[in-house]
């Protein structure tokens, strides 16, 4: 376990100052990708704009959505304000509105839904006379036929030599703290057929503290995400989809948590696949289970832009 860093300091924000109201920044240094790459991974400031408006939330709401656009790359050498505007304070429900910015430039924008803990459950909904609808999509059977310890199953760098990154690239890469089991992927010749399945957890968290947890599933969320549509075109340019790569990033992303008491510590389930890709864009889904219980802890859509190279320059 020891070879995994801790997430907490890559999820936590403080107060920008007593007197900053609803204004917060990444208490430690996001990851700086190395030489040439000048943007922030969007995990952070997912991560982040949860951790920050969860502080100006009752301590009983969990978060319960969150839609959010990407719009400037950022420098991760420059510290991250987040600025929080309360949309709504109900009794049941809240939203808040978070602004990334650095400087007077405008990085990231995110709605966040709260629910106040207490209301979930059928049971407790029937004690309160109110009837509620109960149901999930049921965890694919691969998941129980599969044992997460299969030492066959690929690492989380697994992903970059499917994509054909040299290796010295995937060793240079921050430590990532998800510990990852691929299993194998599939030879397909339609992308949207393309399932990319996977175990995932994160081995070092310190609190029980059931919204550290879920600014935690918020940060993985994005992790390595939109690579999906590249493994799911392999042979769909002479170069090599990694090679001939022009611009990819994250336009938009959006994360439904259906477990305010997810435990991320313990495995999860992962199924990711693209629907649709055209004008330069591709869609992205996401699903995750817990495999103990099979319960439905997450589901996500994210938008990337993806073009590339002309084949025959």
């Not at 991560?47 to 502080?55: D, L, N």
């Not at 399932?195 to 969320?221: E, G």
């Not at 549509?229 to 022009?246: D, F």
Request: glycine share 8%; aromatic share 8%.
């Amino acid at each position: 376990m020891s070879s995994w860093p801790p997430i907490e300091p890559l999820i936590a924000v403080v107060p920008l100052g007593e007197s900053a109201l609803d204004i917060f920044q990444n208490e430690n240094p996001v990851w700086d990708l190395g030489e040439g790459v000048r943007s922030i991974f969007g995990g952070f400031l997912v991560g982040h704009s949860v951790a920050a408006a969860k502080k100006t939330v009752p301590a009983t709401f969990q978060v319960h959505s969150l839609q959010s656009v990407f719009v400037k790359p950022g420098n991760p050498r420059e510290r991250i304000m987040y600025r929080i505007e309360r949309i709504l304070d109900g009794r049941t429900l809240a939203t808040r509105l978070v602004r990334a910015t650095q400087g007077n430039v405008l990085l990231f924008h995110a709605t966040i839904g709260f629910q106040r803990s207490e209301d979930s459950g059928t049971a407790k909904s029937a004690a309160n006379g109110v009837r509620v609808l109960e149901y999930d999509m049921a965890m694919p059977q691969w998941a129980t036929q599969v044992s997460p310890e299969d030492e066959s199953l690929g690492s989380g760098f697994a992903m970059f030599a499917e994509m054909g990154v040299p290796q010295k690239s995937a060793e240079e890469s921050p430590q990532d703290p998800l510990e990852w089991r691929h299993l194998p992927g599939e030879a397909i010749r339609n992308p949207t057929e393309f399932r990319r399945r996977s175990f995932v957890r994160i081995p070092l968290l310190s609190t029980d503290d059931h919204a550290t947890h879920l600014t935690a599933l918020a940060w993985m969320s994005d992790a390595w995400l939109i690579y999906t549509a590249n493994l799911a075109s392999p042979g769909n340019h002479p170069l090599g989809i990694w090679r001939s790569i022009v611009i990819e990033t994250t336009v938009n992303h959006s994360v439904w948590f259906h477990s305010p008491t997810v435990k991320v510590n313990n495995w999860m389930v992962c199924e990711r696949k693209t629907s649709w890709g055209a004008d330069g864009r591709v869609l992205i889904q996401q699903t995750m289970w817990d495999r103990e219980s099979g319960r439905l802890i997450l589901s996500c859509v994210q938008e990337g832009m993806l073009r590339l190279k002309v084949a025959n320059l």
